[in-house]
């Protein structure tokens, strides 16, 4: 592996650090309650850190970092950019799943990764919003921001990671759509620092939006038919990440931890 590489990874793996100690802070700052923090080790190589807070405001939220390298298995040599002739890779990423206590606050979803394999490098990601009771004011102020985000990056990324986000969160078994989407992205490698420039500029804009969002709405009141509302929403959410989330698939499939693979998951659910 180059050196270049290897710099280009350390910088990744710092960043998605940054970010995720912002996160921990800004949302323990709001909450009140603290995250609790567990390590992890990957047999395979690596490993990561996993923190989940239940709260009053934040009724579970996870933001979970890892780095991890070693060899893809049969199943997905040849499947992954770059491992046709050399199985291995290096993957580092940041993954945060917000359930609100108040289920006038939409449930908020956001991961960036960085992966290498021979020869080939690249970020994907995205952010995404799923509420129970949808606001048009929480939709649009969601999707604005994420617009001007991605403008000075790219003019075409806004429409394009919404529709791809739009196409990747829709449940087929129910011909529904998970949320209000977002965007989503994959394999972008056009040049490294504006790349990162990028991925750093979404992972800012989340969580200043969450912040903002949640203070916004969190003293709202609700009843128990919007309680109802949330449970059912919920159950949803637990059918997408089980039956089509991508990132829930490769951390099973390549010795992720199972624990932080599925703090996506809601405190409760009901399917009735």
Known sequence: MSEQIQNQQQQAEKWFRELRNQM??????????????????????????MSILKGEVFEKVGVNISTVH????????????????????????????????????????????????????????????TPAIPEEKETKNFHEGLKRTCNPHGQEYYEQFKQQCDEYFYLKHRKEPRGIGGVFFDYISNNFEKDLFFIKDIGQY??????????????LDYNEDDLRALSQKRSRYVEFNLLYDRGTLFGLKTGGNIDAILMSMPPEAKWS
């Open 24 to 49: 921990v802070g800004a949302i323990q700052k709001v909450d009140g309650a603290t995250f609790q923090e567990k390590e992890w080790q990957r047999p395979g190589g690596g490993g990561g850190l």
């Open 70 to 129: 070693g060899e893809f298995s049969e199943e997905f040599r040849g499947k992954m950019p770059g491992t046709e002739e050399d199985p291995s890779f290096w993957a580092s990423g940041i993954s945060v799943v917000a359930h609100m206590k108040n289920p006038k606050i939409a449930a908020a979803h956001f991961n960036t990764r960085y992966i290498t394999t021979k020869g080939k490098q690249w970020f994907g990601g995205g952010c995404d919003l």
């Open 206 to 219: 989340f969580i200043n939006f969450i912040i903002d969002n949640v203070n916004r709405k969190k003293d």
